[in-house]
């Protein structure tokens, strides 16, 4: 009975918490979870383009390949455009970038070269969206919500992320055409929904005043330079991830001999854990420094890939995955707070947008380098790369210069009263 209460009470925790936070954040986190539920196209590019375009498999990775540069650019653009044109902007552009592309390459017949540039331009709305949801965060939410908000964002993607190729493929099992409009819908029902609920912000004149204990020497050769190599010594993090999506399912289906279904219940385990533990985590967190969770965070991927590693076996994959998935909650948690908490306001969306550059980066390089390792060694070696490189993350992190948040209260968005009053213009400060 005293269990039930005290589990009663975490959940109403929670759920205050979360009610705590500006309404626009939690329409926000709305709609990226039923974005990403909604992304039914990507994980089955492949197989439209061979069936429904008659590509050979060579030409349609090919064309996934140069098409995904766009996540890249899409990262780019991210931060400039939410510096200079605003959050909102930033967000309904990219909603809007990624369903034109799809609405192109689910209608239109053309050489192939056509199917590489319009996936370019929807992957170039979907590099752009992450981003400036981070920096929206950073804008709306004080210093001690910023780690609840950045999990519950996670958590949000990850869990629509699950539903997504699941729907994306009773869709397309119909018909293609179903497929593409079922994405092409919710992205603008989304970016309608944003255009409604979330503040417009200037970001064309002056800034709102900095922060304490951000101040004018914050700038990128300064201040902000342990920022940057912090975002970029989180790759060290972030390749082993990626490094998973691409050699897991070629080791458990050729070393293992195990079916490809094996794969869809480690996307399962990684949700779970996520769901399940992403929130118990995030309430310890704010207990301890960012160096820390960062050596806490590779040691946990470090684990996790050394019992892959050296126990490679079916019960080593189910466990494996559950130790490092705890790394990768810690991980992508605390480098978006860090940024929001020491990155002068009008330079958050490019701070965030170099972030995503990171992820965007490991998908290109780390498949084609596993590749050749593979190709060239074999399966082992691949696993020993993986696990050698969070442990080069760990050495990076306890050397590297790692600062201690400022507890200000950010200064809420300047609006822009538009022409009709809507909810838009009800700006809230996240207190």
């Not at 965060?137 to 919500?145: C, G, K, S």
């Not at 079916?259 to 533990?277: D, E």
């Not at 985590?281 to 590779?298: D, M």
Request: net charge positive.
């Amino acid at each position: 009975m005293g269990t039930d209460t005290s589990e009663g009470a975490a959940a109403t925790t929670w759920t205050a918490r979360f009610k705590e936070l500006p309404l626009p954040l939690r329409v926000l986190f709305v709609t990226s979870f039923v974005n990403r539920a909604g992304m039914f196209v990507f994980p089955l590019l492949a197989v439209y383009l061979v069936r429904s375009k008659d590509l050979g498999t060579a030409e349609a990775g090919l064309l996934i390949s140069v098409g995904s540069t766009g996540l890249l650019v899409g990262s780019l653009l991210s931060g400039p455009l939410c510096d200079l044109r605003g959050r909102r902007p930033a967000l309904v552009a990219a909603l809007a970038l990624n369903a034109l592309g799809y609405l192109g390459l689910g209608t239109l017949d053309g050489p192939p070269w056509t199917y590489a540039l319009l996936l370019f331009v929807a992957l170039v709305g979907m590099g752009m969206f992450g981003p400036a949801a981070n920096t929206l965060i950073a804008d709306l939410a004080t210093p001690e919500q910023r780690p609840f908000a950045y999990t519950v964002s996670y958590i949000g993607n990850n869990l629509g992320m699950g539903i997504g190729p699941l729907l994306g493929g009773l869709a397309a099992a119909y018909s293609y055409h179903l497929m593409f409009a079922g994405n092409i819908a919710v992205g603008v029902l989304c970016a309608v929904v944003i255009r409604i609920w979330v503040p417009r912000d200037d970001r064309t004149g002056a800034v709102r005043p900095k922060a304490a204990g951000r101040g004018g020497s914050v700038r990128l050769g300064g201040v902000h330079g342990h920022v940057l190599w912090l975002v970029l010594a989180s790759f060290f993090y972030v390749a082993p991830l990626i490094g998973l999506e691409y050699a897991l399912p070629l080791a458990v289906t050729t070393e293992l001999n195990a079916s490809a279904g094996l794969v869809g219940v480690v996307y399962t385990v990684n949700s779970v854990v996520v769901v399940g533990l992403g929130l118990q985590l995030e309430k310890r967190i704010a207990r301890y420094r960012t160096r820390s969770l960062l050596l806490v965070a590779g040691a946990l991927w470090a684990l996790g890939l050394a019992v892959l590693d050296f126990g490679f076996s079916l019960a080593a994959v189910l466990a494996s995955t559950v130790v490092w998935t705890l790394g990768e909650i810690i991980a992508s948690v605390v480098v978006p707070t860090y940024i929001a908490d020491h990155v002068d306001e009008h330079r958050v969306g490019r701070f965030m947008a170099l972030n995503g550059f990171v992820l965007g980066l490991a998908r290109l390089v780390v498949p084609f380098g596993l590749g050749l390792i593979w190709q060239h060694q074999g399966a082992r070696p691949v696993l020993h790369t993986m696990l050698v490189t969070p442990l080069l993350g760990i050495a990076v992190f306890a050397v590297l210069r790692i600062r201690s948040a400022a507890k200000s209260e950010p200064a809420p968005v300047t609006p822009v009263s538009p022409a009709a009053p809507g909810p838009a213009d009800a700006v809230h400060s996240g207190a």
